[in-house]
């Protein structure tokens, strides 16, 4: 298995809602990484998990709420986001934290805030 | 923070030309990435490069590591449609741990 699976690959929800993105691995790496592009930008860094700890937070406002149960899963938990939100949320994934062999990106999950 | 200048920004090109891109940096890279996404995916990983002047091929794909370690090429040789995208660069550097930095992207568009 050499991917990243994110779902839902679509969502849209009310600026009271509360959601939460999920990603997947199967390749035995200990990063795991979300981040937030928006249209025809490059991906920006959010989060950074290595062996299931929080490494880095790229200042992301507490309505992003990362959490990483284990070494497989990555979530993203949403409450009280803005229209501003609205964006292609990717998860990736690294042997270890520093990319060595190149970060996988999964498709992602278009979120909608509305 | 690093920014990572790509160009060109777009190209335009007919079915079996040959397409390059670059990436420059007033900075030195240890690791140099080449992603392409495309419309609704997430960006999938073209070539891995990690040493000073290594040059690596994945089909009709050639990337290189310039020697100063500031610089990488794309080459694209005998374009398809199907190669239509946006390629990103993508470079690590030993001061920002696991932050990648990318450039701002190529949008490419091949016409058959």
């Known amino acids: 298995d050499t991917e990243v699976t994110q779902t839902p690959k679509h969502l849209v929800m009310g600026m009271t809602n509360k959601k939460s993105l999920k990603c997947e691995q199967h390749?035995?790496?200990?990063?795991m990484y979300w981040y937030k592009q928006k249209a025809k930008k490059p991906p920006e860094l959010m989060f950074v998990?290595?062996?299931?700890?929080?490494?880095i937070n790229e200042s992301v406002p507490s309505r992003f709420s990362p959490e990483c149960p284990n070494s497989s899963l990555l979530n993203l938990h949403l409450h009280a986001l803005q229209p501003e939100d609205s964006a292609l949320y990717l998860c990736?994934?690294?042997?270890?934290?520093?990319?060595?062999?190149?970060?996988?990106f999964g498709s992602g999950t278009r979120l909608t805030v509305v | 923070g690093q920014q990572l200048n790509q160009s060109p920004q777009s190209m335009f090109i007919q079915e079996g030309e040959d397409v390059s891109m670059n990436c420059t940096s007033s900075?030195?890279?240890?690791?140099w990435l080449w992603y392409k996404q495309e419309p609704g995916e997430g960006p999938v990983l073209l070539i891995a490069?990690?040493?000073?002047?290594e040059l690596t091929s994945n089909g009709r794909l050639t990337a290189q590591f310039g020697i100063t370690r500031k610089d990488s090429f794309l080459n694209i040789s005998a374009s398809i449609p199907s190669d239509v995208g946006i390629y990103f660069c993508?470079?690590?550097?030993?001061?920002?741990?696991?932050?990648?930095?990318f450039g701002e992207g190529t949008q490419l568009t091949v016409n058959p």
């Open positions: 990736a994934s690294s042997r270890k934290e520093g990319g060595a062999g190149g970060y996988t």
């Open positions: 390749m035995g790496h200990r990063a």
């Open positions: 998990y290595s062996y299931e700890k929080l490494s």
């Open positions: 900075s030195i890279f240890n690791t």
């Open positions: 490069l990690y040493k000073a002047g």
């Open positions: 993508a470079g690590l550097q030993e001061t920002s741990g696991s932050r990648l930095t």
